[in-house]
């Protein structure tokens, strides 16, 4: 497996190249966006971390040629706390997952090797779980063929979600995920959209498939039982 680092900070490439390497993955490293955008789109790459602030390319727009070139590639941004405001637009401009800086090495290496085992579940437009569908140019959300009206932290909570389906996930990596916050602002907030999505989601016959894990998180159950095989 092949990971391309496109960072410009030399101790954090430094950092992550070696963690990876340590890990079994072979790393490839760009300094600026416009090395990043080119042995991404050139070169074979099964998993990107890109910074956003970069010299010569910034990271949105490297992400956005990465996404119309290679839509199933996995992308992990990280950006700094500075930065927040951007990841709504990450989102929309395809990332598969954020980090925010500083992050730990085990965190990363987690997500790395999560996106690494579900290939096909980044395209670039539409994401597919546990019967549920959503369109991210649309911002369309449909469970068993039927429309399901969501706010836009709904629809974002949603989608990380299903960018995880399986995995637990705990309240921290959510509200920093989906609010953009890197501590814990001591409110319910989580608890209270998983509550909107969960009534939102549910038929009659079958409840939303979002579940708690205790004295985790959440999880979306990634086999519905309308829903496909693979
Ligand atoms: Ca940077």
């Known amino acids: 497996m092949r990971v391309l680092v496109v960072e410009d900070e030399p101790a954090i490439a430094d950092f992550v190249q070696r963690g990876l390497q340590s890990e079994g993955f072979e790393v490839v490293c760009a300094p600026d966006g416009i090395e990043g955008e080119r042995r991404a789109l050139q070169e074979p790459v099964d998993l990107v971390i890109l910074d956003l602030m970069l010299p010569g ?9 990465v996404r119309g070139r290679k839509p199933t590639l996995p992308v992990i941004v990280l950006s700094a ?70 706010s836009s932290r709904e629809f974002e909570l949603l989608a990380y979600f299903m960018r995880h389906p399986g995995q637990a996930l705990t309240r921290e990596r959510i509200l920093s995920a989906v609010w953009g916050y890197d501590f814990d602002p001591g409110t319910n907030v989580v608890e209270v959209y998983v509550g909107y999505l969960r009534r939102k989601l549910a038929r009659a016959d079958r409840p939303a498939p979002i579940e708690t894990v205790r004295s985790v998180g959440y999880r979306l159950r990634d086999r519905d039982p309308a829903a496909n095989p693979e």
């Not at 390319?57 to 040629?65: K, P, T, Y």
């Not at 096909?120 to 959300?141: F, M, N, Y």
């Open 81 to 150: 706390r500075a930065e927040i405001d951007d990841r709504v637009a990450g989102l929309d401009a395809g990332a598969t997952d954020y980090l925010v800086k500083p992050f730990s090495f085990e965190e990363l290496a987690a997500r790395v090797r999560a996106h690494l085992r579900t290939p096909g579940q980044h395209d670039a437009t539409k994401l597919q779980a546990a019967g549920i569908e959503l369109d991210l140019v649309r911002r369309l959300a449909m469970r068993d063929g039927e429309e399901v009206r969501l």
């Open 57 to 65: 390319r910034d990271g949105l727009e490297v992400l956005a040629a």
